[in-house]
């Protein structure tokens, strides 16, 4: 017993030692500019869980912090149906396919391009939805209530 134990901190102070030697920590200043230049899609992912249900479609490139807290009804690029990608027929028709929030990240020179932005944005298809949520970052579209 003893000497698997001391097989174990003998990894894990190599591992530290590695990391530490690579600079692979993660400081605390490190995270908080991290958080802050995330705070658009935090603040989109938020307003998400507090006031929307029902389907999501998203484009999860470059947006997976918008998505995090609602990924169980989300619709995105590899959603499969039947053992079929139903993205594109999504992309094409949301409603039809039960989806009730849309999110779009505004197009950005720094980013690429957001995959539902450029299927939907002008698209007849989006008329029935209506704008709830919009920042600098985010659009997001909800189907009225009836």
């Avoid at 605390?28 to 479609?57: K, P, S």
Wanted: aromatic share 8%.
């Amino acid at each position: 017993m003893i000497p698997a134990a001391l097989t174990v901190i003998l990894a894990l102070a190599t591992l530290s030692g590695v990391s530490f030697e690579r600079h692979q920590v993660v400081l605390a200043t490190e995270a908080a500019q991290d958080l802050h230049a995330q705070r658009g899609q935090i603040d989109a992912g938020n307003f998400l869980v507090r006031h929307t249900t029902g389907l999501i479609l998203l484009d999860i490139v470059e947006n997976e912090r918008v998505g995090f807290d609602v990924v169980s009804r989300t619709v995105y690029d590899g959603t499969k149906e039947s053992g079929r990608n139903q993205w594109a027929a999504v992309l094409r028709n949301p409603a039809v396919f039960g989806i009730r929030v849309i999110v779009m990240r505004r197009p950005s020179a720094s980013e690429p391009a957001d995959a539902v932005y450029l299927a939907l944005h002008d698209a007849t298809s989006l008329r029935r939805y209506r704008l709830v949520y919009h920042d600098p970052s985010y659009l997001i579209y909800s189907l009225p209530t009836t």
